[in-house]
C-alpha cells in the first residue's frame, strides 16, 4: 500500500487547528479533534455578464478569465463581423474594431497584445489570409499568412505564437483540413511541426513551447476526441476525450487545460466539460447551455469564460464563468427585495442599499389612468420597506442626494417645482429653492455638497447647479441640454449619464464627467437610456433599466472610461428609485417604477456584485 508522501510527494502535516485553504499543503491532521482531514477543490460553472451582443464564431485569446478576455469578428448576428468585445472579469466592453470583418477567425495573446489570424467571409466561403495585431485599443494588419486558414488553434503570446491544424483552401470546395503549424515571433511566420491528425475546429491552449491542441472534425466530417502536444517543434499524441466533439472552446496550459461544450456529431450540442491534467481528461461540472461555436478563455484548466455561441436554437450572449480552486467565485446577479407598500413611479431615491429613502413620485390607477403627485417617503432596511413621514412636497421626478439620516430631495414636476427639502431620517424640512424649477433632472453628491443637473421647464435643460447646505448656486451648464438623465458620484466628481436630447427626438448614450468646475465627455453607454437608475462613484458605477424607448432590464459598469455589460434586472421598468452617496457597483437597489404593461409597480431588487469566498471543504479519512 502507497504512502500519501509516494503518491503526491507531499507529507502529512499534523497541525493544531484547521489551515485557510492552500496553505498548509492538501491533507492533515488535526491534532485537536483527532481527524485526518484535507482540502478538495470545487469544480463548477456561473452565470456571467452578457455579451454586448450574440456572438459565434470569433477569435478569443485572454491572460486571465477575470481580468482580460477579448473576443474579435465573428457572427453578431450578421456575418463577417469586425467588432471587438473585451472582458474585464466583470462585464463586456466595446473594443477596437477589426480592419477586415470575418468569422471563423484564429485568435491568441492578451487583451492588451492579442493576434487575429486568418478566417473566412461569407457568402460565398472565402478563407482570408489577414493577420491583425491589437495593442488594447486598435487592430493593425501585420504580416499575412502564407495562405489562407480558418479555425485552426491559436496559442502563445503576440511574439512567440503558434497557429495549428484548421482548414485551408480547396482543392475541395469545403476546403482541405490541414496538420500543419505555423509559428510567429511577432513579425514573420515559419513552418512549425505537422500534427498527427488533420482537423479543423479545434480547441487549443498553452505557449510555443508547450501547446496543446485537442478535439475536432477530421476528413469525412469524423468528429474527434483526440489530443496532440507541441513542444514548438514537433507534436505528439496524448489522452482523448471521454466525449468526442467540434467546434468546441477550451483554454489553459499543456499540463492544466479545460474544454467545454461543442457539436459530438450532427448539430447535437454538448454542455460536457473536461478537465486535462497533462495525461489524460476528467469530467467535471457542466456547462448550463448547451452550444457550439463558442468561445473560451483562461489562463489555465482551473478558470474559464465560456462566451456566445449557438444554442439549438439561436446564436447566444450567454457568458458563463468556470472555477475550480479552493476560492469559489459567485457571479453578480439581481434578486428579489421587500415589497414597497405604495405602488408609484418617477421616484426620488437616496442613501445605500441597507438603508435607502424613495420619496415622491406619481400614482396612477388603473394603468394609463389619470396621475395622482405624491409625497409619500419610505425607508428600506435592507429587507423590508417601512412607511415614514410624508415630504412637504407633493412630486414626481424629483433629483436627490445624501444618506437615510442626511439626504436631500429637489425640483419636481406637477408642475415643474424650485422647491427642495432636507431629510434627517426622520422628517423633511423645507430648504432653498433651486434657481431653475424643473423635472426629470439628475442628482448626486451628499446633503451638504449635492449637484443637481438638466431636466424639463418648458424644455430640456442644460442648468447644473450646486448645493452647501444653505443654498443653491448656478454653475457651469452641461454642453447640451438633457432630459431624464441620470447622475452618481459626487459635487467633485459627478457622472451624468443618459436622457433625452435637447429636442427630445432622440435618446442618448453619451456620459458626462464633472469635476467641480467643468465638464468632459465619458464613455458612451452600450445602449441609450433614460429614466434609468445608478449607483456608485465616477470610478466605478453601475447604471440598468430605463428606457429605449422601450424599457431594458440592461445594466451595465463604469471604471472611469468606458462602459461594460453586467448582469440584467429580471423586470424591465424605468422611473425608479435608486441610490446615492455611500452607494456602491456591487450593492445596488431598484424600487417600484412602472413597467412595459404601464403599471407602477411595488418589486424590488437587490444586486450584489461578484464576490469569492473560501470554500475548500474538509473531508475526514477516519
Not at 601 to 610: D, P
Request: glycine share 16%.
Amino acid at each position: 500500500m502507497s504512502t500519501y508522501k509516494e503518491l503526491r510527494g507531499l507529507k502529512v502535516k499534523y497541525l493544531a487547528d484547521d489551515p485557510d485553504p492552500g496553505t498548509a499543503g492538501d491533507v492533515w491532521y488535526n491534532s485537536g479533534t483527532y481527524e485526518l482531514k484535507g482540502f478538495v477543490g470545487r469544480a463548477a460553472w456561473s452565470s456571467g455578464a452578457l455579451l454586448i451582443s450574440v456572438q459565434r464564431d470569433g477569435g478569443y485569446g485572454s491572460s486571465t478569465p477575470t481580468s482580460a478576455s477579448w473576443l474579435a469578428g465573428g457572427v453578431s448576428p450578421a456575418r463577417n463581423q469586425a467588432t471587438t468585445q473585451e472582458y474585464n472579469g466583470t462585464g463586456w466592453a466595446s473594443g477596437g474594431d477589426l480592419n477586415t470583418g470575418r468569422e471563423e477567425g484564429i485568435g491568441f495573446g492578451t487583451q492588451t497584445a492579442a493576434v487575429h489570424v486568418g478566417g473566412a467571409t461569407y457568402p460565398p466561403s472565402v478563407l482570408k489570409d489577414e493577420v491583425e495585431e491589437y495593442d488594447g485599443s486598435s487592430w493593425t494588419e501585420v504580416t499575412d499568412l502564407p495562405a489562407n486558414r480558418k479555425k485552426g488553434g491559436g496559442f502563445g503570446t503576440l511574439t512567440a505564437g503558434v497557429v495549428g491544424l484548421g482548414r485551408l483552401d480547396p482543392p475541395s470546395s469545403a476546403g482541405t483540413n490541414s496538420a500543419t503549424s505555423l509559428e510567429y515571433d511577432g513579425t514573420n511566420w515559419t513552418a512549425g511541426g505537422a500534427a498527427s491528425t488533420a482537423r479543423a475546429y479545434v480547441a487549443a491552449s498553452g505557449t510555443l513551447t508547450a501547446g496543446l491542441v485537442v478535439g475536432g472534425e477530421a476528413p469525412s466530417s469524423s468528429v474527434q476526441s483526440v489530443s496532440e502536444e507541441y513542444n514548438g517543434t514537433a507534436w505528439t499524441s496524448s489522452g482523448s476525450l471521454n466525449t468526442a466533439r467540434w467546434i468546441l472552446a477550451g483554454n489553459g496550459t499543456q499540463t492544466s487545460a479545460v474544454v467545454y461544450g461543442g457539436d459530438t456529431g450532427s448539430s447535437t450540442y454538448t454542455v460536457n466539460t473536461e478537465m486535462y491534467d497533462g495525461s489524460s481528461w476528467t469530467e467535471t461540472s457542466n456547462l448550463s447551455t448547451a452550444r457550439a461555436r463558442l468561445q473560451g478563455g483562461g489562463s489555465d484548466g482551473t478558470q474559464a469564460v465560456a462566451s456566445g455561441g449557438l444554442t439549438s436554437t439561436a446564436v447566444t450572449n450567454i457568458t458563463e464563468e468556470f472555477n475550480n480552486t479552493f476560492e469559489v467565485v459567485t457571479a453578480g446577479a439581481w434578486a428579489s427585495g421587500g415589497n414597497m407598500n405604495v405602488a408609484r413611479r418617477d421616484i426620488t431615491g437616496f442613501g445605500i442599499q441597507t438603508a435607502a429613502v424613495a420619496v415622491g413620485g406619481r400614482t396612477h390607477s388603473p394603468p394609463g389612468g389619470p396621475f395622482t403627485q405624491s409625497a409619500k417617503s419610505e425607508e428600506y432596511d435592507g429587507s423590508a420597506w417601512a412607511n415614514g413621514n410624508d415630504a412637504n412636497t407633493s412630486a414626481g421626478g424629483r433629483g436627490g442626494a445624501g444618506t437615510l439620516t442626511a439626504g436631500i430631495a429637489f425640483g419636481g414636476e406637477g408642475p415643474a417645482t424650485d422647491e427642495s427639502e432636507e431629510y434627517n431620517g426622520t422628517s423633511y424640512t423645507e430648504g432653498d429653492d433651486l434657481t431653475v424649477g424643473r423635472s426629470g433632472l439628475a442628482g448626486c453628491g451628499t446633503q451638504t455638497a449635492a449637484l443637481a443637473v438638466g431636466g424639463y421647464v418648458t424644455a430640456p435643460s442644460a442648468v447644473a447647479e450646486e448645493y452647501n447646505g444653505t443654498s443653491w448656486t448656478a454653475v457651469t451648464a452641461m454642453p447640451a441640454a438633457r432630459y431624464d438623465p441620470k447622475g452618481l458620484g459626487l459635487q467633485t466628481a459627478a457622472l451624468v449619464t443618459g436622457g433625452d436630447n435637447a429636442a427630445q427626438t432622440d435618446i442618448l448614450a453619451t456620459s458626462l464627467e464633472y469635476d467641480g468646475s467643468s465638464w468632459t465627455a465619458g464613455g458612451d453607454l452600450l445602449v441609450k437610456t433614460r429614466g434609468h437608475g445608478t449607483s456608485g462613484i465616477q470610478t466605478a458605477g453601475l447604471i440598468y433599466g430605463g428606457g429605449q424607448p422601450g424599457l431594458t432590464t440592461d445594466a451595465s459598469s463604469y471604471d472611469g472610461t468606458s462602459f461594460a455589460t453586467a448582469p440584467s434586472l429580471a423586470t424591465a421598468r424605468i422611473y425608479f428609485g435608486d441610490l446615492a452617496e455611500g452607494s456602491t457597483s456591487s450593492a445596488a437597489l431598484v424600487s417600484g417604477g412602472f413597467n412595459a404593461s404601464d403599471a407602477s409597480i411595488l418589486t424590488t431588487e437587490e444586486f450584489t456584485g461578484e464576490f469569492a469566498t473560501e470554500t475548500g471543504s474538509t473531508i475526514d479519512f477516519d
